[in-house]
């Protein structure tokens, strides 16, 4: 069972995104920004809604059928949102993948997620359920099957597989690599962390540099480990 180096997997993430920031970083950013705008203006527009609704009861009016629309919109902004995020997600990947191994994809590639649409979006549904079951048991056991399903949305980009398979993939190539898997999560959570506080500014670099840790993470997990580049 092939195993990896959590401090190593986001050092290949650093200096790829480091060495081409234009080719390499680029194209993931506008991805992520392209991916959160569709929902934006129903989110919007029920968070303005709800502020009319709150001016109506503190008037004394009847403000249900506002409360309602602006929940009714919020609702579609996060399934549009969610949607678009299936498809991004996809494209995104399948750039990283070439990416790490040393091709040069152009940027369109990050919005090549049709393929893969429907399969990504039901490992999502199905992994989220499984997941949300184990939280709720206990939650250890979300967390569990957490880390077993981390490469499952690459795997099924790379390898081509339907949700299930996806899944089974993942569980087969994380085995006993869990533990590392979870050391690398906090890491990755830290990195995250330190891009937002730096102005937000950081989530420019961390953001790209995660989405490479996670694909390096995934094909060392393979036996196929992307050489450090220089």
Do not use: H
């Not at 795997?155 to 339907?162: F, I, Q, S």
């Not at 962390?193 to 670099?205: K, P």
């Amino acid at each position: 069972m092939n195993s990896f180096n959590p401090t190593r997997a986001l050092g290949f993430g650093w200096k790829v995104v480091i060495k081409d920031f234009v080719a390499v970083a680029l194209p993931v950013i506008v991805a992520l920004i392209v991916s959160v705008l569709p929902g934006a203006p129903f989110s919007g527009a029920g968070g303005v809604i709800q502020g009319m609704a709150q001016a109506a009861a503190q008037n004394g009016d009847d403000s249900t059928v506002l409360l309602l629309v602006a929940a009714g919109l919020r609702i579609v902004g996060s399934i549009i949102s969610f949607l678009v995020g299936v498809f991004i997600t996809a494209g995104i990947l399948n750039f990283a993948l070439q990416v790490a191994r040393g091709q040069r994809p152009g940027f369109g590639v990050v919005f090549s997620g049709g393929k893969w649409f429907f399969p990504m979006l039901g490992l999502q549904i199905v992994a989220g359920i499984a997941v949300g079951l184990g939280s709720l048991l206990c939650l250890v056991p979300g967390i569990f099957l957490a880390l077993r399903f981390a490469v499952a949305q690459a795997a099924l980009v790379d390898e081509n597989l339907g949700p299930i398979a996806a899944l089974k993939r993942s569980w087969e190539l994380t085995g006993s690599a869990w533990v590392q898997i979870l050391i690398f999560g906090i890491l990755a959570f830290l990195v995250a962390v330190a891009g937002l506080l730096a102005c937000c500014v950081g989530t420019f670099v961390t953001g790209p540099m995660l989405v490479l840790a996670s694909v390096y993470v995934y094909l060392t997990l393979k036996g196929q480990e992307p050489p450090m580049p220089a």
